[in-house]
Each structure stands twice: as structure tokens, then as C-alpha cells.
T-cell receptor, first 115, second 114 residues
């Protein structure tokens, strides 16, 4: 059973560019959350998708947007990249419908470097 | 708003010694509490969680944590440290029964001294 997968592993972009990160949830999971982890910091919640809708959002600007597909996979898009967007972006999946386990399974992350 | 404070950004213990990583939380409603571990260049792995019920929670790899409401604490312990425990540990809180948004602390890097 594959866990949460993310692509690409690493990415280097230039300021002002746009980037798309991808996430496939653990089999059987219906919800995807995205987190940003800056160097030396704990992860910060960006937003969560369920049933192809943004369900909850953290304190991130509109430059950060996302999408969830019918197969539950998700994309995170960041426009007009800033140097401060350099971070590890983590995807987590969970199963909201039904019996709640309150467990989120994290992927290995995508390391984004903005130069 | 919820918040988590992890006391000690770096903790060093000798192999075989007690591991104690501190976490204090702030929440206006009964919290759900979690400890995650992150090995270099990897994602987060859930060690243990407290939702309801017994306040002493046992997790994987011999770790356990005790929820103390009066002290707003959820400290992580392991009786005997192993070299493989060297990693970054994050405490997190959620007070949402459905959305599961996690608020993380800044992490504690655990170093094991041979």
C-alpha cells in the first residue's frame, strides 16, 4: 500500500515565477492538507481540500492556491514566487468521512528553492 | 487560537538515558495533541496522539506522553534512548473535530550521545 507521494522531490525557481506541486494521498484517504515548513521551523498549515473544495485555509496570501481532483490527488500552486517561499512543502492525507482516526499521513515533501 | 510551545530547541542525551521533550499548549477548547518525528530529508511520522480517554498515551518506538490538563502540558518521554532516536520532534495541537488542521511547535532536535 503506497503512502502519500509527492512530486517533484526538489525544485529550483526564480523570483516571480509560478510553481505547481503535486500530491497523491494514501489509498482510501479523501482529504489532503498542505503545509509549509521553513528551515528550522515547524510546519504551517496552508489549506485543506475535501470533495474538491477548499475546506479550511491558514494565514497564507492568495498567491497560494490549490486544487483537488476526483481521484483525491491534489496540487498546490504558488504564483509570483518570493525568496521567502523557499521551504519544504508537505502534503498530508487523512480520511474525514466515517470513523475518525485523527491521523494525518505525511508525504516526504517537496523542497522548493527560490533564487 | 491555538498554540504550542516546545521548550528546548536542542536536547542531547546519552544512549540509554531518559528522553524528555517538553510541550505546552494553549487552546480554548479541549485539545487533540500529537507528537510527530521527522528524520533528515523525510516527512513527518506520527509517534502518538491524545484525543480522549486515558491521559497516558503510548506510541511507537517506545515513546509515551502524558496529557496534563492542569499544566497544559503533553511531554514526550522514552525510558532509554537509542541512537536511532536522533531526529527532530514536533508537538502539534488540533481542536477541530473535523478539519484536523494542525498547529505545530517549532520543534526539538534530539541528539543521542554514544
Amino acid at each position: 500500500d503506497a503512502g502519500v507521494t509527492q512530486s517533484p522531490t526538489h525544485l529550483i525557481k526564480t523570483r516571480g515565477q509560478q510553481v505547481t506541486l503535486r500530491c497523491s494521498p494514501k489509498s482510501g484517504h479523501d482529504t489532503v492538507s498542505w503545509y509549509q515548513q521553513a528551515l528550522g521551523q515547524g510546519p504551517q498549515f496552508i489549506f485543506q481540500y475535501y470533495e474538491e473544495e477548499e475546506r479550511q485555509r491558514g494565514n497564507f496570501p492568495d498567491r497560494f492556491s490549490g486544487h483537488q481532483f476526483p481521484n483525491y490527488s491534489s496540487e498546490l500552486n504558488v504564483n509570483a514566487l518570493l525568496l521567502g517561499d523557499s521551504a519544504l512543502y508537505l502534503c498530508a492525507s487523512s480520511f474525514i468521512t466515517g470513523i475518525k482516526t485523527y491521523e494525518q499521513y505525511f508525504g516526504p515533501g517537496t523542497r522548493l528553492t527560490v533564487t | 487560537a491555538q498554540s504550542v510551545t516546545q521548550l528546548g530547541s536542542h536536547v542531547s542525551v546519552s544512549e540509554g538515558a531518559l528522553v524528555l521533550l517538553r510541550c505546552n499548549y494553549s487552546s480554548s477548547v479541549p485539545p487533540y495533541l500529537f507528537w510527530y518525528v521527522q528524520y533528515p530529508n523525510q516527512g513527518l511520522q506520527l509517534l502518538l496522539k491524545y484525543t480522549t480517554g486515558a491521559t497516558l498515551v503510548k506510541g511507537i518506538n517506545g515513546f509515551e506522553a502524558e496529557f496534563k490538563k492542569s499544566e497544559t502540558s503533553f511531554h514526550l518521554t522514552k525510558p532509554s534512548a537509542h541512537m536511532s532516536d536522533a531526529a527532530e520532534y514536533f508537538c502539534a495541537v488540533s481542536d477541530d473535530f473535523g478539519n484536523e488542521k494542525l498547529t505545530f511547535g517549532t520543534g526539538t532536535r534530539l541528539t543521542i550521545i554514544p
